[in-house]
């Protein structure tokens, strides 16, 4: 038992993990190290960023206020500055990663990033195949029409309306589940419509405003994001066809990189947020 004890704690001293890891950690390494097996980290995710140096965000950057690409190159928004205070938090660098929307679960499954920032709707379709920190922004599906439609009624109205009609989406968003009729994760009782994928929120309004699309299905700030940019030409139904939430992604299992993700969100989640919101509302 003695022994036992003593080629524990050389284990220990040996590895250098113990040093490098919180101080909660160090009693159940201990424990493991006794029964033999190998000394194992609880922040093992974590560790392995900070060992990096840097933390990879994947997104797709043709979401404001969420993300964009602004006038000097770069990404910003609301989920940028929120993902450079998890950086921040771990001492690293923040690597942005821009790709289609429609990539970005398989890529983050695939180890290309470490999580995903894309004001990314909780659903259960996703919830198979990443895990979601808390919320941080509640939201709804929203119908951008050419300011001269007369448009109007309750969720069930509007789906009967749009039915068959050409319906302008981003492509793989729950703006695009909605306007194929995916009743099961979306609700959407619209039948038939001619589907328009684009990859950016901005085409979409483009083919809007010249006719080729007679709605956008989309999250409501980039709806009105989108009018924005379009002086005077769209205009944003008040219905809303769904409740979602936006969460950030990572890789199923990895529960200490959610939980410092879920600290930061913590604290912007609410006034923080909603002043972002503004201040790329903005830009
Ligand atoms: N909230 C919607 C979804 O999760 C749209 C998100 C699109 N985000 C983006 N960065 N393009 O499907």
Redesign the pocket.
């Known amino acids: 038992m003695k022994k036992k004890f003593a080629l524990a704690l050389a284990a220990l001293m040996m590895t250098g993990t113990l040093a490098a890891c919180g101080s909660t950690n160090t009693n159940n390494n201990a424990g493991s190290a006794t029964d033999g097996t190998s000394v194992t980290s609880e922040t093992p995710n974590v560790d392995a960023i900070k060992e990096k140096g840097e933390i990879i965000m994947l997104?797709?950057a043709?979401?404001p206020p969420?993300?964009y690409q602004a006038d000097d190159g770069s990404i910003q928004g609301v989920d940028v500055e929120i993902a450079q205070a998890v950086a921040d938090k771990l001492g690293v660098n923040l690597k942005i990663v821009d790709m289609d929307?429609n990539s970005i679960t398989n890529s983050l499954k695939s180890g290309k990033g470490d999580f995903a920032a894309?004001?990314?709707?909780i659903t259960e379709e996703r919830l198979k195949q990443v895990d979601f920190s808390d919320e941080y922004v509640t939201?709804s599906q929203v119908v951008v029409v050419r300011s001269d439609s007369d448009l109007e009624g309750d969720k069930a109205a509007i789906d009967a309306a749009l039915s068959g009609k050409n319906i302008a989406v981003?492509e793989g968003?729950?703006?695009d589940w909605y306007a194929s009729g995916d009743e099961e994760n979306t609700g959407s009782t619209i039948k038939n419509a001619n589907v328009l994928q684009y990859k950016s929120a901005t085409e979409a309004g483009l083919h809007l405003a010249n006719g080729k699309a007679d709605a956008i299905i989309i999250?409501q700030k980039p709806a009105e994001a989108i009018v924005a940019a379009n002086d005077g030409k769209l205009k944003i139904l008040d219905t809303k066809l769904t409740d979602?939430q936006?969460a950030f992604a990572v890789q199923k299992g990895q529960e200490d990189l959610r939980d410092v993700i879920n600290e930061v969100i913590a604290e912007y989640k609410g006034d923080k947020v909603d002043e972002l919101i503004t201040k790329h509302m903005g830009a």
């Open positions: 997104t797709n043709a979401f969420f993300e929307f894309a004001g990314m709707t939201s981003q968003t729950t703006g999250d979602e936006y």
